[in-house]
């Protein structure tokens, strides 16, 4: 299985521009889930995905950010505009029926917000 | 919600020695505890869970101890190798219908000296 697949896997942007980051879960999941990892906050759950709808998206910081699952295989997570603060790696995951079963992270995206 | 604490958030073994991490949760309801493994530049990666209606749980050289009356579980890595080093993520959630929110503690960073 080629695992969850993220890109891209580094990005540098310039404060103000749209950023957006692209997932595809591992085929046969109907779960999927957008984290924010930081050295302050750890792991956050930014939103959450299951059979394509956005279930919670409590997670997500602020109207700068949004995200959409137009089909099984595929999600993307948005910033726009984006800030320095927004500087982080974002990870996508995916499961089987939500967490009832193992969660799969992809290998992230790593990005910095100048 | 469900609040999970981690200690320590550093920890330096030598090589053959064991390595514990603890962990404590706050939601008595959760039921499923999966611990990750995060190496450099790549996404956490299960390496052992645990449910409720376990006590251990050991697999080669890692094990996981729960003890739901004092809301804590633990990862034990026996003799530690230089590849174990990495950071270790604990986390919690319920595992049921609807449930899909794993909340994780902040990490400990293990690293193994040859």
């Known amino acids: 299985d080629a695992g969850v697949i993220q890109s891209p896997r580094h990005e540098v942007t310039e404060m103000g521009q749209e950023v957006t980051l692209r997932c595809k879960p591992i085929?046969?999941?109907?779960?999927l889930f957008w984290y924010r990892q930081t050295m302050m906050r750890g792991l956050e759950l930014l939103i959450y995905?299951?059979?394509?709808?956005?279930?919670?998206d409590s997670g997500m910081p602020e109207d700068r950010f949004s995200a959409k699952m137009p089909n099984a295989s595929f999600s993307t997570l948005k910033i726009q505009p984006s800030e320095p603060r927004d500087s982080a790696v974002y990870f996508c995951?995916?499961?089987?029926?939500?967490?009832?079963?193992?969660?799969?992270f992809g290998e992230g995206s790593w990005l910095t917000v100048v | 919600g469900e609040n999970v604490e981690q200690h320590p958030s550093t920890l330096s073994v030598q090589e053959g020695d064991s390595a514990v991490i603890k962990c404590t949760y706050s939601?008595?309801?959760?039921?499923?505890f999966p611990w990750y493994k995060q190496e450099l530049g790549k996404g956490p990666q299960l390496i052992i869970d645990?449910?409720?209606?376990?006590g251990e749980k050991k697999d080669q050289r890692i094990a996981v101890t729960l003890n739901k009356t004092a809301k804590h579980f633990s990862l034990h890595i026996t003799e530690t190798q230089p590849e174990d080093s990495a950071v270790y993520f604990c986390?919690?959630?319920?595992?049921?219908?609807?449930?899909?929110?794993?909340?994780f503690g902040k990490g400990t960073k293990l690293s193994v000296i040859p």
């Open positions: 085929s046969g999941h109907n779960s």
């Open positions: 645990i449910r409720s209606n376990v």
């Open positions: 995905f299951n059979n394509n709808v956005p279930i919670d």
């Open positions: 986390a919690a959630s319920m595992r049921g219908a609807g449930s899909y929110q794993l909340t």
């Open positions: 995951a995916s499961s089987h029926s939500g967490g009832r079963n193992t969660i799969y």
């Open positions: 939601d008595s309801a959760s039921n499923y």
